[in-house]
């Protein structure tokens, strides 16, 4: 059963373009959301979280967007750059132990 | 600052070895987790230890142990390989454990071949 979905395994952006990816939900009581991003050789990275009583956290380049109605969230990278090029997870804590629950990833990639 | 070390970065095994794979998280961090990330999808949960206790596990066989040390080094062992275990093995590192939303710090991984 999974509890975090992300439908796309992959993604092509023209550079300068909006690159959305989405990531789906099951659970209403989750009550934090964070995107990771992850290069070929290295381990996932923090890139930017969401808390449950927000619907938009932003920090410089990205935006994240929750609907919480929808159990949808989505992350906006705007201008999407050729270092942008990686595969993005989006995660969710289970509170009290720190377990992280990955979606799939989707693979972004920035044409030139 | 050095961040969260692992190692060996590629190990192959033959099914029915044992592996030990090693963790440094980063200094003044007191819990480490370990996943397991195959490929096509997301890491799995394995263990998350803190102050050298077991804080969870995730749904893997007794065949998967792991321990920290006094200075919160931590080791996953995997008994009796199967081919199914062939993957990415990530370690990560928080200060603390038990807040969801505290950013976790992910090493480079040990890739894993068992033939």
């Given at each position: 059963?999974?509890?975090?979905?992300?439908?796309?395994?992959?993604?092509?952006?023209?550079?300068?373009?909006?690159?959305?990816?989405?990531?789906?939900?099951?659970?209403?009581?989750?009550?934090?959301?964070?995107?990771?991003?992850?290069?070929?050789?290295?381990?996932?990275?923090?890139?930017?979280s969401?808390?449950?009583?927000?619907?938009?956290?932003?920090?410089?380049?990205?935006?994240?967007?929750?609907?919480?109605?929808a159990?949808?969230?989505?992350?906006?990278?705007?201008?999407?750059?050729?270092?942008?090029?990686?595969?993005?997870f989006?995660?969710?804590?289970?509170?009290?132990?720190?377990?992280?629950t990955?979606?799939?990833?989707?693979?972004?990639?920035?044409i030139? | 600052?050095?961040?969260?070390?692992q190692?060996?970065?590629?190990?192959?095994?033959?099914?029915?070895?044992?592996?030990?794979?090693?963790?440094?998280?980063?200094?003044?961090?007191?819990?480490?987790?370990?996943?397991?990330?195959?490929?096509?999808?997301?890491?799995?949960?394995?263990?998350?230890?803190?102050?050298?206790?077991?804080?969870?596990?995730?749904?893997?066989p007794?065949?998967?142990?792991?321990?920290?040390?006094?200075?919160?080094?931590?080791?996953?062992n995997?008994?009796?390989?199967?081919?199914?275990?062939?993957?990415?093995y990530?370690?990560?590192?928080?200060?603390?454990?038990?807040t969801?939303?505290?950013?976790?710090?992910?090493?480079?991984g040990?890739?894993?071949?068992?033939?």
């Open positions: 059963d999974q509890q975090v979905k992300q439908n796309s395994p992959s993604l092509s952006v023209q550079e300068g373009r909006i690159s959305i990816l989405n990531c789906d939900y099951t659970n209403s009581m989750f009550d934090y959301f964070l995107w990771y991003k992850k290069y070929p050789a290295e381990g996932p990275t923090f890139l930017i969401i808390s449950s009583i927000k619907d938009k956290n932003e920090d410089g380049r990205f935006t994240v967007f929750l609907n919480k109605s159990k949808h969230l989505s992350l906006h990278i705007v201008p999407s750059q050729p270092g942008d090029s990686a595969v993005y989006c995660a969710v804590p289970n509170f009290g132990n720190e377990k992280l990955f979606g799939t990833g989707t693979r972004l990639t920035i030139p | 600052d050095a961040g969260v070390t190692s060996p970065t590629h190990l192959i095994k033959t099914r029915g070895q044992q592996v030990t794979l090693r963790c440094s998280p980063i200094s003044g961090h007191k819990s480490v987790s370990w996943y397991q990330q195959v490929l096509g999808q997301g890491p799995q949960f394995i263990f998350q230890y803190y102050e050298k206790e077991e804080r969870g596990r995730g749904n893997f007794d065949r998967f142990s792991a321990r920290q040390f006094p200075n919160y080094s931590s080791e996953l995997v008994n009796a390989l199967l081919l199914g275990d062939s993957a990415l990530l370690c990560a590192s928080s200060l603390a454990g038990g969801g939303g505290e950013t976790q710090y992910f090493g480079p040990t890739r894993l071949l068992v033939l």
